[in-house]
């Protein structure tokens, strides 16, 4: 459970509690199980479907155990009070095709929004001149042209090194629109955090190590403490 601050700011963060863990923390850091009106359990990456709703804070490897063992089943069918559920056996799969899809849709947004650019030419020069707030390097991307990016960031008051995508260049043209997009510069600090957060979304899902699985398993009553109504 997080720390409890004063700040207002603070104290306003909607949080929500993993069924499978009891593990409480933001809502935008979890992910949510949507109820069909058939009893279909599907993810809610946006968490804007209608109806009944539980979540989770584990990662695939977790889901797809849990799923697997009929914990999951359990969890939800005292979340949601009712055993007449559909939970696809795939779940985990969807769930992270889901969250790939919402960071490529994230992508294209942002292209769109003119908050982008891509191009080593045009990252390079805007990464010395300290208006890149988040660079990014394709999978395939080149040793030496990530290190000179990488430098031309530093120079510009960057991090460090750039985030290497799970993707290839291929993906991130046709997430973008363009062609051959290898690097990719976030020129606006509100955008930078919109994509930083659905790619980090993304990779603590898939990754077992980024710190979403773990925890201690939900007795049988707590996940009657987890379903919201609607989508709150």
């Given at each position: 459970m997080r720390k409890r601050t004063n700040d207002p700011l603070e104290a306003h963060v909607p949080e929500r509690s993993c069924i499978l863990t009891r593990r409480t923390a933001p809502r935008e850091e979890l992910i949510r199980l949507a109820l069909g009106p058939d009893g279909q359990v599907a993810p809610d990456i946006?968490?804007?479907?209608?109806?009944?709703?539980?979540?989770?804070?584990?990662?695939?490897a977790a889901l797809d155990e849990a799923n697997s063992k009929g914990k999951l089943k359990g969890a939800l069918s005292r979340a949601f009070?009712?055993?007449?559920?559909?939970?696809?056996?795939?779940?985990?799969?969807?769930?992270?095709?889901?969250?790939?899809?919402?960071?490529?849709?994230?992508?294209?947004?942002?292209?769109?929004?003119?908050?982008?650019?891509?191009?080593?030419?045009?990252?390079?020069?805007?990464?010395?001149?300290?208006?890149?707030?988040?660079?990014?390097?394709?999978?395939?991307?080149?040793?030496?042209?990530?290190?000179?990016l990488d430098q031309a960031w530093r120079v510009g008051g960057g991090d460090k090194a750039g985030l290497v995508?799970?993707?290839?260049?291929?993906?991130?043209?046709?997430?973008?629109?363009r062609e051959n997009v290898v690097h990719i510069a976030l020129t606006d600090a509100a955008a930078a955090r919109r994509v930083l957060h659905a790619i980090n979304r993304w990779r603590a899902f898939i990754d077992p190590d980024a710190g979403l699985d773990g925890g201690d398993a939900a007795g049988p009553s707590a996940a009657d403490e987890f379903v919201d109504e609607g989508n709150a």
């Open positions: 946006r968490a804007r479907a209608p109806g009944r709703g539980a979540w989770i804070g584990v990662g695939r009070k009712t055993s007449t559920l559909d939970i696809p056996a795939d779940l985990g799969e969807l769930t992270e095709q889901a969250l790939r899809q919402q960071v490529l849709d994230r992508l294209g947004l942002e292209a769109r929004g003119g908050t982008l650019i891509n191009g080593s030419e045009k990252v390079e020069i805007a990464a010395r001149q300290g208006k890149v707030h988040l660079l990014i390097h394709s999978s395939d991307a080149g040793e030496d042209g990530n290190k000179r995508f799970p993707e290839d260049r291929t993906i991130l043209s046709m997430a973008l629109g």
